[in-house]
């Protein structure tokens, strides 16, 4: 199966992924193409150190939203990708996109959701002082962050935890769990059943 990753930052997710791969814990799968709206994105260098093709697209050469959501598409297709995979991707994605990769898109992200949505979900869980926060993966729908949960696995906040130490600890689950998740699809065990999802044996 081919997989198309977008991706705005330092990419330690697509690596994780491209480590998944090699090693054989996600079977039957090939990253055919990684984009960015992020021209520095260390993603990019990360795809091309492995070999795999790397495309910048800046915003401001589209007239909208739709149209750089179009062009993306267009590239997917193109690549022949059956699974989108946003890996730290900071740009809110169109209901055209959503609905042309309709629960063919994943997302993951760094807490419990739906608590603390949006950008800064460690910092936030940090903050409020939560004993339990943790990582989710999730079907992307048209909704911020809301979309039908595939899996998610807790991270306990300690009292001698910096907001640095829960980070590494979130990190290091999500680089196991996306790859699980990727895995799980591409074995065709995820169910969708509403919003609910369920794994198959
Ligand atoms: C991760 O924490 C992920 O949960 C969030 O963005 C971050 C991306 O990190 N959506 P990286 O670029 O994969 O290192």
Redesign the pocket.
């Known amino acids: 199966m081919k997989i198309g990753i977008l991706?705005s930052?330092?990419?330690?997710?697509?690596q994780a992924i491209i480590d998944a791969i090699d090693k054989g814990d996600i079977k039957n799968a090939e990253i055919a193409v990684v984009i960015s709206n992020k021209k520095t994105a260390f993603?990019l260098e990360r795809a091309r150190k492995n070999g795999i093709k790397d495309i910048y697209l800046n915003k401001n050469d589209y007239k909208d939203r739709l149209e750089y959501d179009k062009k993306i598409v267009e590239i997917l297709k193109e690549e022949k990708v059956e699974l989108v995979i946003l890996?730290?991707y900071l740009k809110w994605i169109t209901e055209y996109f959503v609905e042309t990769y309709k629960n063919k898109i994943m997302?993951?992200?760094?807490s419990l959701l739906p608590s603390f949505k949006g950008l800064h979900g460690i910092e936030q869980a940090y903050e409020y002082g939560v004993k339990v926060t943790g990582?989710t993966v999730h079907f992307v729908d048209e909704t911020e962050d809301g979309g039908p949960i595939i899996l998610q696995e807790e991270v306990r906040i300690e009292e001698n935890d910096t907001l640095e130490s829960v980070e590494e600890k979130?990190?290091k689950v999500?680089h196991r769990l996306y790859p699980k998740a990727i895995d799980l699809y591409i074995k065709n065990k995820i169910l969708l059943e509403g919003r609910k999802v369920r794994i198959v044996n």
């Open positions: 991706a930052g330092s990419g330690t997710n697509l993603a890996a730290g997302n993951i992200h760094p990582v979130i990190h999500e």
